[in-house]
């Protein structure tokens, strides 16, 4: 089941990324269609979930970790940090239909772009492991 595990966690980062990736195009003035961030809002949506899930999966199924090591609690944090900013361009965007942002939003973005970089870091290196 490792594997399965890993194969998943490692999907849901990167619909993560893919989601951000398209916020950010916003957030930087592209002209998208309006369903196109829509579309992206529920990919966000299961990459949190996923990572959470399948990560904790990982930590429990694996001998060498446990879900209370000091990188899987950081990770936690990071993720409920990433949760809570991490949804807001679709909803602006919309709002303003299409026009920019307003800069509250933005600055929320990059809160969450910092905050997802910092969980891929801690994805990979797991400090303290």
Same mark, same amino acid.
């Given at each position: 089941m490792t594997d399965a595990f890993l194969f998943l966690h490692l999907l849901s980062a990167a619909s993560l990324v893919a989601a951000v990736v398209c916020f950010t195009a916003v957030v930087r003035g592209a002209q998208l269609p309006v369903g196109v961030?829509?579309? %992206? +809002? #529920? +990919?966000?949506? /299961?990459? $949190?979930? !996923?990572? %959470?899930? %399948?990560?904790? /999966? $990982?930590?429990?199924?694996?001998?060498?970790?446990? #879900?209370?090591?000091?990188?899987? $609690?950081?990770?936690?944090? $990071?993720? +409920? /940090?990433?949760?809570?900013?991490?949804? *807001?361009? @679709? !909803?602006?965007? *919309?709002?303003?239909?299409?026009? @920019?942002?307003p800069a509250s939003v933005a600055r929320t973005h990059w809160i969450s772009v910092l905050v997802v970089v910092l969980l891929l870091a801690d994805m990979i290196w797991k400090p303290w492991a």
């Open positions: 961030v829509r579309t %992206f +809002l #529920p +990919l966000w949506h /299961a990459g $949190l979930v !996923g990572v %959470f899930v %399948f990560g904790l /999966a $990982l930590a429990i199924d694996i001998d060498d970790y446990q #879900p209370w090591d000091v990188w899987v $609690l950081i990770a936690i944090g $990071l993720w +409920l /940090a990433a949760g809570a900013t991490g949804d *807001k361009v @679709p !909803g602006a965007y *919309k709002e303003t239909d299409g026009a @920019p942002i």
